[in-house]
């Protein structure tokens, strides 16, 4: 069973920061968040991970709470080509195991 | 690196039939994933192998399906027979699983995909 919960939907205006949160309450130390997407028709893309600290990339900024047990995928300028349906996961990074829930689906309204 | 390739990326077959389909790893990547996608069910895990051999095939859903890794770079998962309830998008990842200094995973690169269905 996916160990994060998320909300089923949300819509985000064209340019504007979008902020995906997701819970993850019973994370142990040394397991990972790990952020995916997969666009209509794709397989899921890779975005971001991290463990305690918050970590940025090209793509994405991954916020980890202080407790861990929530965190927040900021796409800084969203696009119509970010719409896509956004999976969070919590990973032990020696598993190769990536169990995905059902994820959040993101609308970008022009 | 083309990424992970999978083939075909569409099959159209009959209940009963055998059904094939292949994968082939970014070149070094030694851990490799098999999913299945369905509206009701969503992404579900079949199988994974690290270094070919396969380290966990609780998520196969009966006998009919099984998955080889004949070689390093490349993967098969069968159906035999195929059923209805079979048809969705079938992808497999593959990943990098490093065992310097510490047992690390990176990301996993997913394939496109195919598409079953059977009829």
């Known amino acids: 069973d996916a160990k994060t919960t998320q909300p089923p939907s949300m819509d985000c205006a064209e340019g504007r920061a979008a902020n995906l949160p997701c819970n993850h309450s019973t994370i142990s130390g040394n397991e990972y968040v790990y952020w995916y997407r997969q666009i209509h028709s794709q397989g899921p893309q890779y975005i971001i991970h991290?463990?305690?600290n918050n970590e940025t990339n090209e793509m994405a900024s991954l916020i980890i709470t202080e407790d861990r047990k929530s965190s927040t995928l900021i796409l800084p300028h969203a696009t119509l080509r970010d719409t896509a349906v956004y999976y969070c996961?919590?990973?032990?990074?020696?598993?190769?195991?990536?169990?995905f829930g059902k994820g959040t689906r993101l609308h970008i309204l022009p | 690196d083309a990424g992970v390739i999978q083939s075909p990326r569409h099959e159209v077959t009959e209940m009963g039939q055998e059904v094939t389909l292949r994968c082939k790893l970014i070149s070094g990547h030694n851990s490799l994933f098999w999913y299945r996608q369905t509206m009701m069910r969503g992404l579900e895990l079949l199988i994974y192998f690290n270094n070919n051999v396969p380290i966990d095939d609780s998520g196969m859903p009966e006998d009919r399906f099984s998955a080889k890794m004949p070689n390093a770079s490349f993967s098969t998962l069968k159906i035999q027979p195929s059923e209805p309830r079979d048809s969705a998008v079938y992808f497999c990842?593959?990943?990098?699983?490093?065992?310097?200094?510490?047992?690390?995973?990176?990301?996993?690169?997913f394939g496109q995909g195919t598409r079953l269905t059977v009829v």
């Open positions: 990842a593959s990943s990098l699983y490093r065992q310097i200094f510490q047992l690390m995973n990176t990301e996993a690169f």
């Open positions: 991290g463990l305690k």
């Open positions: 996961i919590v990973r032990l990074d020696r598993d190769d195991k990536i169990i």
